[in-house]
Nanobody, 121 residues
């Protein structure tokens, strides 16, 4: 399994952005895909996760603002981010975990390279 993120950008507070995570490999559809973020000087934080059934979980700081979805035909997981705040500024990573979702970093086998999201006026 390999993962590649894209879609990071500079956006104003209150704006929206959609990140993509494209996967490759024969077992991609079985993996749960998590989104994490890391701001300078802070620990990596779990943002969301979606399993193969498209069941989702979200971190408290993004509930109601972020939505994750997956398109298995395109081997892609999306993170739709709305009502963005300056505190959402971070490098965002997607990662693959066998079968089940978890918002901790435990047991995530594969990580993408990250994409920068900056929320600023």
């Amino acid at each position: 399994l390999q993962l590649v993120e894209s879609g990071g950008a500079l956006v104003q507070p209150g704006g929206s952005l959609r990140l993509s995570c494209v996967g490759s490999g024969p077992t991609w559809n079985v993996y749960a895909i998590g989104w994490f973020r890391q701001a300078p000087g802070k620990e990596r934080e779990g943002v969301s996760c979606i399993n193969k059934f498209s069941n989702t979980i979200y971190g408290d700081s993004v509930k109601g603002r972020f939505t994750t979805s997956r398109d298995n035909a395109k081997n892609t997981v999306y993170l739709q981010m709305d009502s963005l705040k300056p505190e959402d500024t971070a490098v965002y990573y997607c990662a693959g975990r066998w079968l089940a979702c978890d918002l901790s970093r435990r047991d995530y086998e594969v990580w993408g390279q990250g994409t920068q999201v900056t929320v600023s006026s």
